[in-house]
């Protein structure tokens, strides 16, 4: 499967954006799905995750409460919320996908991955 990330921009600290990973192929729906970021000098790491359902969603600790992940398997695209930004929040975000029920933080279990997007939060 192929995924393209878009949505990044430069916003203020306590805007949103909304992200988008539209993903190639007939088999989208058995793919979990998850978004990571990766700031400058720092690892990447784990961010939200989505069930091949949707019925399941997973967050990273920093971010519960102000992003929402959420999927469209007829669109074949997942999507990220992002609310009340913080210039923390800053980082290039990457979607990924992998062939199991749930998702995980760790990113050596996703098989597939986007280019990712450049979000940049001033303050």
């Known amino acids: 499967v192929q995924l393209q990330a878009s949505g990044g921009g430069l916003v203020q600290a306590g805007g949103s954006l909304r992200l988008s990973c539209a993903a190639s192929?007939?088999?989208?729906?058995?793919?979990?799905l998850g978004w990571f970021r990766q700031a400058p000098g720092k690892e990447r790491e784990f961010v939200a995750g989505?069930?091949?359902?949707?019925?399941?969603?997973y967050y990273a600790y920093s971010v519960k409460g102000r992003f929402t992940i959420s999927r469209d398997n007829a669109k074949n695209t997942v999507y990220l919320q992002m609310n009340s930004l913080k210039p923390e929040d800053t980082a290039v975000y990457l979607c990924?996908?992998?062939?199991?029920?749930?998702?995980?933080?760790?990113?050596?279990?996703?098989?597939?991955w986007g280019q990712g997007t450049l979000v940049t939060v001033s303050s």
């Open positions: 989505i069930s091949w359902s949707g019925g399941s969603t």
């Open positions: 192929g007939r088999t989208f729906s058995t793919y979990t």
């Open positions: 990924a996908a992998r062939r199991a029920a749930i998702p995980v933080t760790s990113s050596e279990a996703y098989d597939y």
